[in-house]
């Protein structure tokens, strides 16, 4: 499974001449964490997080406000507040290689790049959601690339708890390779197993 499975695209990016306000508003109404800053020319140049946002934001209560608080500035924009260099990465990239960036790095959200032009992101809610995705989806969407591959009659597919099982009404040890790499490309699938009609046969 590579990152542009799993990534959400097309993806809500700002400028650094987006007001903080503005920005705040989109994270707040879209129930995203971070959103990429991207050029005129849609190239990554930063990201801006809700910590970015929140930080020093606040005025301290009046009543206990001392001499030395510095108080918000009024009109800031993203640029005074985003995270910059920020990389992204690749769409082809190996999801188990983006998990691990994103965990290692305490990462919530990872812009997805062609070149240096933003494409996608990927958060770790995207990632919780594909875990939970719903068995019979996950079945329909195997059914559907195995029928794109080599018929839609060939097959049987069942899957259990992400764990996707394919009949193959053929004995085509190349054929199931391929059946395998195609279900274990869908979201939500943990692993895939696939043999034959005549080996099931044989084994029962």
């Given at each position: 499974?590579?990152?542009?499975?799993?990534?959400?695209?097309?993806?809500?990016?700002?400028?650094?001449?987006?007001?903080?306000?503005?920005?705040?508003?989109?994270?707040?109404?879209?129930?995203?964490?971070?959103?990429?800053?991207?050029?005129?020319?849609?190239?990554?140049?930063?990201?801006?997080?809700?910590?970015?946002?929140?930080?020093?934001?606040?005025?301290?209560?009046?009543?206990?406000?001392?001499?030395?608080?510095?108080?918000?500035?009024?009109?800031?924009?993203?640029?005074d507040v985003m995270t910059t260099p920020v990389s992204g990465m690749a769409d082809n990239t190996d999801v188990v290689d983006l998990i691990t960036?994103?965990?290692?790095?305490?990462?919530?959200?990872?812009?997805?790049?062609?070149?240096?032009?933003?494409?996608?992101?990927?958060?770790?809610?995207?990632?919780?959601?594909?875990?939970?995705?719903?068995?019979?989806?996950?079945?329909?969407?195997?059914?559907?690339?195995?029928?794109?591959?080599?018929?839609?009659?060939?097959?049987?597919?069942?899957?259990?708890?992400?764990?996707?099982?394919?009949?193959?009404?053929?004995?085509?040890?190349?054929?199931?390779?391929?059946?395998?790499?195609?279900?274990?490309?869908?979201?939500?699938?943990?692993?895939?197993?696939?043999?034959?009609?005549?080996?099931?046969g044989a084994s029962s």
């Amino acid at each position: 499974m590579r990152a542009r499975d799993v990534m959400s695209a097309p993806v809500i990016t700002v400028t650094p001449g987006t007001t903080v306000k503005d920005a705040a508003n989109l994270l707040a109404s879209r129930g995203y964490t971070a959103l990429p800053v991207v050029d005129d020319d849609a190239r990554l140049i930063g990201i801006v997080t809700e910590a970015d946002l929140v930080r020093d934001r606040f005025p301290r209560d009046a009543r206990y406000r001392r001499e030395d608080d510095v108080l918000p500035a009024p009109g800031m924009k993203v640029a005074d507040v985003m995270t910059t260099p920020v990389s992204g990465m690749a769409d082809n990239t190996d999801v188990v290689d983006l998990i691990t960036v994103m965990l290692d790095d305490r990462i919530r959200s990872m812009p997805i790049v062609d070149g240096s032009r933003v494409v996608g992101i990927v958060t770790r809610r995207d990632l919780v959601r594909i875990i939970g995705r719903d068995d019979d989806a996950i079945a329909s969407d195997v059914r559907h690339r195995l029928a794109n591959y080599a018929g839609p009659d060939r097959w049987t597919v069942r899957v259990r708890d992400g764990v996707v099982s394919i009949t193959d009404e053929y004995d085509d040890a190349a054929d199931r390779h391929v059946a395998i790499v195609l279900a274990e490309a869908v979201p939500g699938v943990i692993a895939a197993h696939c043999e034959s009609v005549q080996s099931q046969g044989a084994s029962s």
